[in-house]
């Protein structure tokens, strides 16, 4: 990536997203920051519960944010829209779900699912028009035009996931929401899934904001991670700087439950469990900080300098083996 | 070795694989009406309830056209030589006190019976749906509407039918107001906790994302799916009116001498039950016919609409 004049898409700034069930309320999302560049991919990884869907759900507007910012294109989309904005931006963001069965309106037909969002739109001349966009979004995503008067639940998953991802594109957006598009898929396709997302990518300069706790798939398909833990972000970095140097104990952790596919290695493997209550949480209240350039980690100043030591350390190692 | 054995890279050639060809679906296209149907008449019950169910509402509401039959009209009153007829080819039902022909009376009472019942089913459903729809939709709509409910739903709606008949005097309309001016209440609550289950699932969310207005939302992503249940409640709707009709009519707070009615026919010749009881058998045994077909009908036209019954 060249790292010079980068433009944000999306900031995302002390984000807090609150869940009040009567007199009791639970706080998800706690002061998230993070900036996503145009055209890359981004990834949201933690374990279930941590909020990263919630975030993304945040981001397009089906939660209601209790505090921060998110700002897209310049633009504050966390408040009362106006019905043009709202609708501007309803175009330009769409969302990839992760249960393609449930995404899905059982009781419609393909062809009203996809031309679904451009009859809210009028995206289209005559009728002529949405067939033929309707026809090419099929074949974009390798179904065929015939599928048109099919129902979702005739089709095998990786299929409807395919659906569920041309009814986004049609919309023609920018930005792209891939809420673990492929953790509901079969092993067999999730691969021909995520290719089809980056020849999408590639094609039409999109940028996704990628959530999954799938840190192999988040590995070949993103560009910059961000671990979130009990709903606030840990550690962020550049992917391959993230998996060569992991800095917090969190995300130490989470890299390597990754289950090796060499049995030795895996059983001899000193499995390190994260528990926060063990954890030396003494000095200032951390915040997520610049340790090197593009990688930030959530620390205070002790913690700081001992991360710097972890680091030169483990930059030696490498530079060791590699010799 | 010789030479015509020898396998070399010349020996192949690329095998092009056809992508699409794998996406084709073979099954035959699923259509939602033609597996109602198919699965409907499936039930050998159901059919044979369909033709009774047909065969009584052609009969109520064609034979009283033919007949021209007149509740008030009292020809015969000095006759008794027409009073208490059993029955025979003449009159298959007999005569009553009167002498009128109890087989004109039974289906034109059965045609204002059937009437008050398709009716009030329909304002009832048509009402209920609607505001239960958006009722369940939203939470702000809720809060008041539940009250409502909560207020309408404890008084008793035996005490309600009467006043508002006591009060507008008795006939076919006002019976039907009556019957339908509260209980729409009891269909939208129905559809409301219908609504709420089905409100959240994750399509209705990808709508929104897609900019889906809620009205859009309603209509397209949830109204398809409450066919089945609103059928349901149809089919329970229509003969439960019938029978409160009848109800009413028996204690004599329902319809007036002026239109027969089947409630009307069951309570004034229930004094024959043994002297006579062909007067009070035969309108009891129709009333029942009507009410039995159309619930079974109605409850496998249920079944047949949903659509996880429709897979072999």
């Known amino acids: ?323 | 070795m010789s030479k015509e054995n020898i396998i070399s890279n010349d020996s192949f050639e690329f095998y092009k694989v056809d992508d699409s060809a794998s996406e084709v679906i073979a099954a035959p296209e699923y259509s939602y009406w033609k597996s109602v149907f198919k699965t409907f008449f499936s039930s050998k019950i159901a059919i044979f309830m369909l033709v009774i169910m047909l065969f009584v509402i052609l009969m109520s509401f064609i034979h009283p056209l033919i007949s021209k039959y007149d509740n008030q009209n009292m020809a015969y009153i000095n006759d008794s030589s027409k009073w208490y007829l059993r029955p025979s080819l003449e009159h298959p039902f007999g005569t009553d006190d009167v002498g009128r022909d109890m087989f004109d009376m039974v289906w034109a009472g059965a045609r204002t019976s059937l009437f008050i019942a398709i009716v009030s089913t329909l304002i009832t459903t048509v009402i209920g749906t609607i505001v239960g729809m958006f009722w369940g939709f939203s939470k702000k709509i809720d809060v008041f509407m539940i009250e409502v409910y909560n207020i309408v739903s404890n008084v008793p709606f035996t005490l309600i039918v009467m006043i508002i008949s006591f009060t507008l005097s008795s006939g076919v309309w006002q019976l039907i107001f009556a019957l339908s001016c509260t209980s729409w209440i009891g269909t939208a609550y129905f559809i409301r906790v219908q609504v709420m289950i089905i409100r959240d699932r994750e399509y209705n969310l990808a709508s929104k994302c897609l900019g889906s207005s809620t009205s859009k939302i309603i209509f397209h992503n949830i109204f398809p799916y409450l066919i089945s249940v609103l059928v349901t409640n149809i089919s329970r709707d229509v003969p439960h009116f019938i029978s409160y009709e009848v109800f009413l009519s028996y204690i004599g707070v329902g319809l007036s001498e002026k239109v027969a009615s089947l409630g009307r026919i069951v309570q004034t010749n229930a004094k024959y039950m043994q002297s006579a009881p062909y007067l009070f058998v035969i309108p009891v045994f129709v009333t029942a016919l009507i009410s039995v077909s159309l619930y079974i009908v109605g409850q496998t036209l249920a079944d047949a609409s949903d659509p996880r019954n429709h897979m072999i």
């Open chain 1, 1 to 323: 990536m060249t790292e010079i004049n980068r433009e944000i898409i999306l900031d995302v700034k002390h984000l807090e997203v609150t869940f009040v069930n009567n007199k009791k309320s639970f706080r998800a999302v706690k002061d998230v920051n993070f900036e996503i560049y145009k055209g890359e991919t981004f990834a949201l990884v933690g374990e279930s519960g941590s909020g990263k869907t919630t975030i993304g759900r945040a981001i397009i507007g089906l939660n209601d944010t209790s505090n921060g910012d998110i700002i897209y294109k310049g633009k504050k989309i966390n408040t009362h829209l106006s019905k043009q904005e709202s609708k501007d931006l309803t175009r330009q963001m769409q969302m990839i779900f992760q249960d393609p069965a449930a995404s899905l309106n059982e009781r419609a037909t393909i062809s009203y699912c996809i031309a679904e969002g451009l009859d809210n739109f009028k995206l289209y001349k005559d009728e002529k028009e949405k067939q033929e966009k309707i026809d090419n979004a099929l074949k974009s995503v390798g179904l065929l035009p015939e599928h048109k008067s099919r129902y979702p639940h005739e089709f095998s998953g990786g299929q409807r996931q395919r659906v569920g991802i041309a009814r986004a594109m049609v919309m023609e957006p920018d930005f792209i929401i891939a809420d673990e598009p492929i953790s509901a898929l079969d092993v067999s396709i999730r691969a021909q899934v995520l290719n089809l997302m980056n020849k999408f990518k590639e094609e039409r300069g999109l940028t996704y904001l990628f959530i999954a706790h799938d840190l192999s798939v988040v590995r070949y398909f993103s560009d910059r991670i961000a671990v979130i833990h009990k709903g606030r972000i840990v550690e962020i970095a550049p992917t391959e700087d993230l998996f060569a140097y992991p800095l917090h104990p969190y995300t130490r952790s989470l890299l390597q439950s990754v289950p090796m596919p060499d049995p030795r290695i895996e059983k001899s493997k000193e499995l390190l469990i994260y528990d926060e209550s063990k954890r030396d949480l003494s000095g200032e209240k951390p915040k997520l900080r610049e340790i090197v350039k593009d990688h930030y980690v959530f620390m205070n100043d002790r913690e700081k300098a001992e991360y710097e030591i972890k680091l030169e350390k483990m930059i030696k190692d490498k530079e060791e083996s590699n010799k």
